[in-house]
């Protein structure tokens, strides 16, 4: 059933999503890439076009506004979403594609004729026969993580605005760059945002509300080897290369790994290995929903490092592993009120909240560790990461009545 939000909601994800906004780990600064900045800039001006105050992109690369409120004693409310798209598959030449009043069947890609989307592959899609489905061409991501959240926000933004009968306390908007590389909190950003207590709009199915997410860690293995000219390398060689093969098999193939693992389980998983023969790099994330679990992962793969070593005593391996962020849980648990308006305001806009603990992050797991509680939303993005990520536009419209009623219920 189409809704007065829908055609602001496509047209801004459209445009959105064609922008190349990938982030890059490997880059220094905040943003890690300069192409994160038009978009940035676009959202500015379309912040200032319709009324937004305040509106400001700060030097680390963070666009922030103020939706004024219209009621006294009303705590101020953050709406977060991130502007960057993952940098594990091919974000340059978006092209969206709108399939109006979706009729059940598969769904094919121009630029990939043997991809198929259906709801054999994608079960949720089953449940959207009739609703307007966003996809990309098939030969990159679409980028709904999280460009359907910056429209929903910019949507409810707008109608806050232009309908100043509608009681609510004062919102603080904040698009943030480097999320998907996990640099999308700039330590400034509570400060500056100023909100007493935020969401991200950052989810998937309809009607979740998410305030348990993973704890997570970076890890970065880094291998000294010797080298020597290969025809005269016996008694003399050692390949760092081989040394990290040695490692990724000694680490559990059959468990602790994405592939193997689903609802509560953790990981460690390598997902980057570059290098020569003299040194090699590995870069793992190591992933549990508890702080023993993740100290298990880290001790662990410090374990094999020191196997493997011990192995080629002319070799060297250091493990390096840096905090990235930790469950929101910790924190929300002992102050439950924002779940409990986000669960409100679910049911005000007609759907039964769902929460089940994400399989990853948000910037609202670092917001939250940081002093502003920031549970996590949905937006309707599905199979994010990959070309079929897709996105119901009536999903992302169900979102903007759910973040309205939020304004309105915040402000009771």
């Known amino acids: 059933m189409r809704t007065e939000f829908d055609d602001a909601l496509a047209d801004r994800l459209c445009r959105y999503a064609a922008v190349d906004t990938q982030s890059d780990e490997n880059a220094e600064g905040s943003p890690s890439t300069a192409i994160q900045l038009t978009l940035q800039r676009m959202l500015v001006d379309e912040l200032t076009a319709i009324g937004a105050q305040d509106v400001t992109l700060t030097d680390y690369g963070v666009v922030l506004a103020t939706v004024p409120g219209n009621?006294?004693?009303?705590?101020?409310?953050?709406?977060?979403?991130?502007?960057?798209?993952?940098?594990?598959?091919?974000?340059?030449g978006v092209k969206p594609r709108v399939h109006r009043g979706y009729n059940g069947g598969p769904i094919t890609y121009p630029d990939a004729p043997g991809l198929v989307l259906s709801p054999e592959v994608s079960p949720y899609l089953a449940g959207k026969i009739g609703d307007d489905i966003i996809t990309a061409s098939g030969a990159t991501l679409l980028g709904a993580d999280d460009k359907a959240g910056v429209a929903i926000i910019m949507t409810a933004a707008q109608h806050l605005l232009a309908n100043p009968e509608l009681r609510h306390g004062p919102i603080r908007i904040a698009f943030t760059p480097d999320e998907e590389i996990g640099r999308g909190v700039d330590p400034r950003l509570p400060k500056d945002l100023g909100a007493a207590f935020a969401y991200t709009f950052d989810g998937g199915a309809a009607g979740e509300v998410e305030y348990e997410t993973f704890s997570a860690d970076q890890a970065v293995v880094t291998i000294t080897g010797v080298s020597a000219h290969p025809g005269t390398a016996r008694g003399r060689m050692v390949n760092a290369l081989h040394l990290a093969a040695k490692i990724v098999q000694t680490l559990p193939q059959d468990s602790q790994t994405p592939e193997t693992t689903e609802g509560r389980d953790g990981f460690l998983h390598v997902y980057e290995i570059t290098g020569t023969t003299a040194a090699a790099e590995m870069r793992f994330i190591l992933r549990d929903f508890e702080r023993a679990g993740l100290a298990a992962k880290g001790e662990l793969l410090k374990t094999v490092c020191a196997a493997v070593q011990a192995t080629e005593p002319r070799a060297t391996i250091a493990v390096a592993i840096r905090p990235q962020y930790r469950n929101m849980r910790y924190w929300l648990?002992?102050?439950?009120?924002?779940?409990?308006?986000?669960?409100a305001a679910t049911r005000a806009a007609g759907m039964e909240p769902v929460s089940v603990p994400i399989r990853g992050g948000t910037d609202g797991s670092r917001l939250t560790e940081m002093g502003v509680p920031t549970p996590n939303l949905f937006t309707g993005m599905q199979d994010i990461h990959g070309p079929?990520?897709?996105?119901?536009?009536?999903d992302m419209a169900a979102a903007t009545r759910m973040a309205l009623s939020l304004a309105q219920l915040a402000a009771e």
């Open 333 to 343: 648990e002992t102050d439950m009120r924002p779940v409990e308006l986000a669960f």
């Open 71 to 92: 009621i006294d004693g009303a705590p101020v409310m953050g709406w977060l979403a991130h502007v960057d798209t993952a940098p594990a598959y091919n974000a340059t």
């Open 388 to 394: 079929l990520e897709w996105v119901s536009v009536q």
